[in-house]
């Protein structure tokens, strides 16, 4: 693996990149970006930042949309952003409904162990950027920076007891991200 001092940005898509529907975004007509969160995610890579996406999708899992489908979701959004000339690293999904155990669907690490693992990259001290307490406990559990922006379940997150206590706060992923650039 390499360094630590990899520059590297993990996100969830629900609530960080995109806005978070009351259901399941299942189809790409569905997925529409947070405002700022597409600029974010351009000057991060601009600024030499690998970035990866690791994001629960129990959808699949439930049987209320396909593999097939969140794969054209992300299409939408890799679309989108390579519009823009960002391209992601990788984009991890646990497929998994939360009553199947799996060690893949946050809080548990397995999506960033896998991200390590296919990146070569140590994320050790690397920014996770979430919005529900279930991100962050996943970064703190991989030895990450637990990062909470306050759009998708942000508010409700913060005043969660179980939001973990060093967790970085932003109004958004643009805030976010201009913050991380300075201290680079």
């Known amino acids: 693996m390499s360094a630590s001092s990899d520059k590297i940005l993990v996100l969830d898509r629900d609530g960080v990149i995109n806005v978070d529907i009351n259901g399941y975004i299942g189809c ?5 970006p947070i405002d700022g969160s597409l600029d974010a995610l351009v000057k991060a890579q601009q600024a030499g930042f690998r970035l990866a996406v690791a994001t629960n999708q129990s959808g699949v899992g439930r049987g209320i949309f396909s593999a097939d489908d969140l794969q054209s979701v992300h299409e939408k959004m890799e679309f989108i952003l390579a519009e823009r000339g960002v391209k992601l690293d990788i984009i991890e999904h646990c497929p998994h409904a939360p009553e199947e155990g799996c060690d893949c669907r946050k809080p548990e690490p397995g999506m960033l162990e896998a ?44 005043a969660d007891p179980e939001c973990p206590a060093n967790t970085l706060v932003f109004d958004d992923l643009a805030h ?7 201290q680079q």
């Open 176 to 182: 976010c991200v201009d913050v991380l650039l300075t």
């Open 115 to 158: 991200i390590e693992r296919q990146l070569a990259v140590d994320l050790q001290g690397a920014w996770f950027v979430g919005d529900s307490v279930r991100d962050l406990q996943a970064a703190v559990a991989h030895g990450m920076q637990p990062v909470l922006v306050l759009t998708g379940n942000g508010q409700t997150s913060l």
């Open 28 to 32: 790409p007509t569905l997925w529409h």
